[in-house]
């Protein structure tokens, strides 16, 4: 593209918009020559495994992060859930068949209405 294209370009723009695309050229084109090593600091990439000439002891017991729960402790969680369990059970659903009984009234009792409703043209 010729120079004299990009000046009737960056005329044609509003000063907001030629602001904003040089900025954004500028900033492509610094993320172009940056490399990790430029971002971070030099003793924090890692270099590698380093060979000692031994094979590493897995057989060290690890320290725990922090104190272990006791015998006792854990018993006393176990029964202080099984509480909050048993008290956010639901109620016993009611009798299957007084139940539908007692929806097939409703659908009758409610399609009477609705067709009453319907015949007279009130809403």
């Known amino acids: ?65 922090t104190e272990q729960m006791t015998g006792e402790e854990r018993a006393a969680m176990l029964r202080e859930l099984t509480r909050a369990r048993e008290a956010q059970k639901p109620e016993e659903p009611p009798n299957a068949a007084a139940e539908e009984a007692r929806l097939r009234r409703l659908a009758e009792s409610h399609g009477e209405e609705v067709l009453r409703e319907i015949e007279s043209g009130s809403q």
């Open 1 to 65: 593209m010729k120079i004299s294209h990009l000046r009737a370009m960056v005329e044609m723009m509003s000063p907001r918009r030629a602001t904003a695309a040089a900025l954004a050229a500028a900033m492509l084109s610094s993320c172009a020559s940056a490399t990790i090593e430029d971002a971070v600091p030099q003793g924090a990439l890692p270099s590698g495994p380093v060979d000692t000439g031994r094979y590493p002891n897995l057989n060290i017991p690890r320290p725990a992060a």
